[in-house]
């Protein structure tokens, strides 16, 4: 059985740091890992997808690496804005197009 | 692209009552999954449907909960009767297609929020 798990569970950081979420998971049969984002009472939404076969995906100041045979994925949040603060979740999707999700990192990024 | 359509956004209802949410995938999306989220925690799957047929509900407890998705579009959850330990989002998600081969990623709706007094 698929296991995610997310390190830390919270994070709080001053304003323009730059910082790395992990993400670990136990079954690397994977076919893509997705990271979300997530507002206080709001749903999930979307930030990078990589796909098993990529090393890293870059859209603005975020940066997702996969290392798959070692069952572990990192976001990289360059230059923190108070507007980063979130819930960030990481997610992979097995066979049976399964996704099982971390227990998430609560970001935190004070002016 | 119009996303993934979710009502109600929040309930609040007395224990033993029943309750049923609704959700609308993206147009042409053939899975839709259901997953609840307590306080805290990652979201868990409930149940998936390909088209109007089931693939996943091995985490659906059976005795209270029910889902269908009629005509392979919409799709409803249901709730019967509710527990204190039901309060979570429900979050409704659609992707693509499912095959071995697909890596499109989920698109999520904006969930419902049920708090069960």
């Known amino acids: 059985k698929q296991e995610v798990t997310q390190i830390p569970a919270a994070l709080s950081v001053p304003e323009g740091e730059n910082l790395v979420l992990n993400c670990s998971f136990t079954?690397?049969?994977?076919?893509?890992l997705q990271w979300f984002r997530q507002d206080p009472g709001k749903g999930l939404t979307s930030l990078l997808l990589?796909?098993?076969?990529?090393r890293e995906q870059t859209s603005g100041r975020l940066n997702a690496s996969l290392d798959k045979s070692s069952g572990r994925s990192t976001l990289y949040i360059a230059a923190s804005q108070p507007g980063d603060s979130a819930t960030y979740l990481c997610a992979v999707r097995t066979a049976g197009n399964m996704l099982t999700f971390g227990g998430g990192t609560r970001l935190m990024v004070k002016p | 692209e119009a996303g993934v359509a979710q009502s109600p956004r929040y309930k609040i209802i007395e224990k033993r009552q029943s309750v049923a949410f609704w959700c609308n995938p993206i147009s042409g999306h053939a899975t839709l999954y259901w997953y609840q989220q307590i306080l805290g925690q990652g979201p868990k799957l409930l149940i998936q449907f390909q088209n109007n047929g089931v693939v996943d509900d091995s985490q659906l407890p059976k005795d209270r909960f029910s889902a269908e998705r009629l005509k392979g579009v919409d799709s409803t959850l249901k709730i019967q009767p509710a527990k204190l330990e039901d309060s979570a989002v429900y979050l409704c998600?659609?992707?693509?297609?499912?095959?071995?081969?697909?890596?499109?990623?989920?698109?999520f709706g904006s969930g419902t929020r049920l708090t069960v007094v």
């Open positions: 990589i796909q098993s076969s990529q």
């Open positions: 079954d690397s049969a994977i076919y893509n």
């Open positions: 998600a659609s992707s693509f297609r499912l095959s071995k081969g697909d890596n499109y990623g989920y698109t």
